[in-house]
């Protein structure tokens, strides 16, 4: 079974936890405060006290856990601080590479690299601050090469339940709104999918795209 770390305060991060329990792997959630603990220690995951933007901690998380074999990554800051977009993925990544994880998943967002353009212009200049941070991450993930990698781009989040109907896409011209779980469905499958290795790709639920709608799946 593998023995995966889950970094993320919010519902994505949580909804991976829960996939991957219910696949029999062993989930550690990395969480900055207790808030959290009893809903995913519920969910017979281990809480992995901590936080991203201070690399001892990773330091000491990664030390106290036998065998990393992949990390899925969803942390994110906001508008006002997006620190941790940059220096907390930037930071985990470090720890991930120097403990020997195989596949680290990174979760971002539309808007960012090359998608810029597949969002409203609005939308990008609400979100720039961010976007241009979690850039700097994906660009210290791809650049790296002891472990296997994913960049997963997703759209506007909703809390709604899972659709099924989410895809994964190289193409930057598509964006669309998806549910947090439908994301972490494509996370799930990523990590265990070679086919999702050295891509970046978008995430959108198809029912629900703006833009020009032409793009080729990547089945997983």
């Known amino acids: 079974n593998a023995s995966i770390l889950v970094a993320g305060g919010g519902g994505v991060a949580l ?9 029999g792997s062993w989930v550690w959630q990395l969480q900055r405060t207790d808030v959290r603990r009893k809903e995913i ?3 017979m995951a281990l809480v992995a006290k901590g936080d991203a933007m201070k690399p001892a901690d990773l330091q000491k998380i990664m030390d106290g856990i036998e065998e990393v074999d992949a990390v899925i ?5 906001s508008t006002g601080d997006a620190s941790v977009d940059s220096e907390g993925n930037i930071n985990l990544i470090n720890a991930a590479i120097k403990k020997g994880v195989k596949k680290f998943v990174l979760i971002t967002s539309l808007g960012c690299g090359e998608t810029k353009d597949a969002i409203p212009a609005k939308a990008y200049e609400v979100l720039k601050a961010v976007l ?11 650049a790296q090469d002891k ?11 909703s809390s709604d339940p899972a659709t099924k109907t989410a895809v994964l896409t190289e193409s930057t011209k598509v964006a669309g709104s998806v549910t947090r779980d439908d994301v972490a ?19 959108f639920d198809k029912t629900k795209t703006y833009g020009p709608a032409e793009y080729t799946e990547l089945i997983i």
């Open 132 to 142: 241009l941070e979690k850039e700097k991450a994906e660009a210290v993930l791809m």
């Open 41 to 43: 220690e519920g969910m």
């Open 147 to 157: 472990m296997a990698w994913t960049i997963i781009r997703p759209g506007g989040l």
């Open 15 to 23: 909804n991976v936890t829960r996939r991957l329990k219910n696949m």
């Open 73 to 77: 990554c969803s942390l994110g800051g």
């Open 185 to 203: 469905m494509m996370a799930v499958k990523a990590v265990f999918s070679k086919k999702t290795d050295g891509k970046v790709l978008a995430c």
